[in-house]
């Protein structure tokens, strides 16, 4: 978890909101962000 933690707290710091935290799947790690524009971003590491 800790590479999608990094792309987290850099997108955070460039004005994404985290709209859910990451978790553990099957196929890897994923986080969905909102961007500027309230629209809903997956982030997947796997």
């Not at 987290?8 to 710091?13: D, E, F, N, Y």
């Amino acid at each position: 978890m800790g590479l999608i933690t990094t792309w987290v707290k850099a997108a955070t710091q460039l004005g994404a909101e985290l709209a859910e935290p990451p978790r553990q799947n099957a196929f890897g790690v994923e986080t969905w962000l909102l961007n500027l524009e309230g629209n809903r971003l997956p982030l997947l590491v796997s």
